[in-house]
């Protein structure tokens, strides 16, 4: 998986657009984050006073969206309410 084709993903599975941000987190109060650092590839979520809280680093696209995509399932808050 890479960040062209997470979108459609995300849409897909319903998950609600605020319950994260991919491409930086500035300014992403309490979501789950996407973004490529100087480390590389960075997962976290963006706590109340944007902190990175969980921050995760990995090397390659596909494994930070495939840890992301995960984070999100098993958070059931991130689903569109219906």
């Known amino acids: 998986m890479t960040l062209t084709n997470l979108p459609n993903v995300l849409l897909r ?3 609600n657009p605020d ?10 109060n309490e979501r789950y984050v ?6 590389g ?4 979520y963006c706590d109340l006073r944007g902190m990175k809280d969980g921050l995760r680093v990995f090397q390659t696209e596909g ?4 840890y992301f995509l995960e984070l ?3 958070d059931p808050t991130t689903r569109r309410q219906q």
């Open 34 to 39: 996407l973004d490529v650092g100087p480390a």
């Open 19 to 28: 319950s994260y941000r991919v491409y930086g987190g500035l300014g992403a």
């Open 72 to 74: 999100l399932r098993r």
């Open 41 to 44: 590839w960075e997962v976290y």
């Open 13 to 15: 599975e319903g998950f």
């Open 63 to 66: 494994e930070a969206c495939a």
